[in-house]
């Protein structure tokens, strides 16, 4: 059974956990996901489609992400995520942390705080070892790209993190 930590409205662990995906959290209560952001050093960005079978937002592009483990950091989440999801160690990589928000569902139980991060790899593409139940292809995108993706709606969580694809282009 997977556990999440229950953490505060400061970010600070409560000392309680949660069940995965048993959306039980009173207001200014909250878990913690991450999100890796994997950019090459010429400025592209390994992205992956959701699979069609995902309850939500199927087909939809993203980056790879999930939820902390109860007692897990965050810069450990991240490095597992990115590392399950796509094959990449990132743990060596130059980059790290950016910013948090955080998203509140009053009534849903389901309030969290993202840590939202960046890495620069360079990696071949060879190295990418896809998580099958979870993506359905992957691309090397451009700003641009992931722009137009989300104009079309089709790309999670871009209102909330587009400033980690901006650094660097100004």
Same mark, same amino acid.
């Given at each position: 059974?997977?556990?999440?930590?229950?953490?505060?409205?400061?970010?600070?662990?409560?000392?309680?956990?949660?069940?995965?995906?048993?959306?039980?959290?009173?207001?200014?209560?909250?878990?913690?996901?991450?999100?890796?952001?994997?950019?090459?050093?010429?400025?592209?960005?390994?992205?992956?489609?959701?699979?069609?079978?995902?309850?939500?937002?199927?087909?939809?592009?993203?980056?790879?992400?999930?939820?902390?483990?109860?007692?897990?950091?965050?810069?450990?989440?991240?490095?597992?995520?990115?590392?399950?999801?796509?094959?990449?160690?990132?743990?060596?990589?130059?980059?790290?942390?950016?910013?948090? %928000?955080?998203?509140?569902?009053?009534?849903?139980?389901?309030? %969290?705080?993202?840590?939202?991060?960046?890495?620069?790899?360079?990696?071949?593409?060879?190295?990418?070892?896809?998580?099958?139940?979870?993506?359905?292809? %992957?691309?090397?995108?451009?700003?641009?790209?992931?722009?137009?993706?989300?104009?079309?709606?089709?790309?999670?969580?871009?209102?909330?993190?587009?400033?980690?694809?901006?650094?660097?282009?100004?």
């Amino acid at each position: 059974m997977e556990l999440w930590d229950i953490y505060d409205k400061n970010k600070v662990r409560t000392g309680r956990t949660m069940k995965r995906n048993d959306w039980c959290l009173k207001d200014d209560e909250y878990h913690l996901t991450v999100l890796g952001v994997v950019a090459t050093p010429d400025h592209k960005f390994l992205i992956t489609k959701r699979v069609m079978t995902k309850a939500w937002a199927p087909g939809w592009w993203e980056v790879s992400g999930g939820a902390a483990m109860a007692g897990e950091e965050s810069l450990e989440a991240v490095i597992r995520e990115v590392k399950e999801e796509t094959g990449l160690d990132v743990s060596e990589a130059e980059g790290g942390y950016q910013f948090t %928000y955080h998203r509140e569902n009053p009534g849903e139980g389901d309030n %969290y705080f993202v840590d939202v991060y960046r890495f620069i790899l360079d990696f071949d593409e060879s190295d990418l070892n896809l998580q099958e139940a979870e993506t359905d292809g %992957y691309m090397l995108a451009t700003l641009d790209q992931i722009k137009d993706f989300a104009e079309q709606g089709i790309f999670l969580h871009y209102d909330s993190i587009k400033a980690v694809f901006e650094i660097g282009e100004e």
